[in-house]
């Protein structure tokens, strides 16, 4: 779902792309940033990798309680 949310807007400009991936919720966020540190050609973009671990930053400090527990919950499976 995020890559091909993603995907649709190829041709956009990276501030569309990261308007976009700021509506995503935390979740696909870190989904996202994940297959992004270990894509070959996305890895190699440190501002871009930056600049979503930023707004994902953003995102978890404005998220509610509940939608913090969620992410967690995901965020550990992730690192198990």
Same mark, same amino acid.
């Given at each position: ?12 400009? /990276?501030?569309?792309?990261?308007? #976009?991936?700021?509506?995503?919720? /935390? ?5 996202? #940033? ?14 871009? #990798?930056?600049? /979503?671990?930023? #707004? ?25």
């Amino acid at each position: 779902m995020v890559l091909d949310l993603l995907g649709r807007y190829q041709l956009s400009s /990276l501030e569309q792309r990261l308007a #976009i991936f700021r509506q995503l919720p /935390l979740r696909a966020q870190l989904a996202m #940033i994940t297959a992004s540190k270990t894509s070959r050609v996305l890895s190699q973009k440190q501002s871009y #990798i930056a600049s /979503l671990e930023q #707004i994902h930053a953003e995102s978890l400090a404005a998220a509610t309680e509940s939608e913090r527990l969620v992410y967690r919950q995901a965020k550990d499976l992730l690192d198990s």
